[in-house]
């Protein structure tokens, strides 16, 4: 059975950082490229950021380049976002996904809130 654990979200101030973890069990973790996604309420859920299984290579939505980054561990089967420099547009629910044989697969979702 698939299993996420979503951790580090929570309340920070404009300029901020915050560290995202997903900690994964019930698949092979290193053989999947993993997601990260947010969700704002009313809205569609969007990437943020992607990072493969191979060569651990990555991409970013255009807002979030040079701010965010994702990585990941496959000794511990987790996958990270580093947020820094958060806006409040930032704000929103953050969750970790990934595909396997046209499946999606998802976490709960941490929240993110951007606010002096």
């Known amino acids: 059975q698939v299993q996420f654990v979503e951790s580090g979200g929570g309340l920070v101030q404009p300029g901020g950082s915050l560290r995202l973890s997903c900690t994964t069990s019930?698949?092979?973790?290193?053989?999947?490229?993993m997601n990260w996604y947010r969700q704002i309420p009313g809205k569609e859920r969007d990437v943020v950021a992607s990072?493969?299984?191979?060569?651990?290579?990555?991409q970013y939505v255009d807002s979030v380049k040079g701010r965010f980054t994702i990585s990941r561990d496959n000794a511990k089967n987790t996958v990270y976002l580093q947020m820094n420099a958060l806006k409040p547009e930032d704000t929103a629910v953050y969750y970790c996904?990934?595909?396997?044989?046209?499946?999606?697969?998802w976490g709960r979702g941490t929240q993110v809130t951007v606010s002096s």
């Open positions: 019930g698949f092979t973790f290193k053989t999947y490229a």
């Open positions: 990072i493969t299984s191979t060569d651990h290579s990555t």
């Open positions: 996904n990934f595909i396997r044989a046209r499946a999606s697969y």
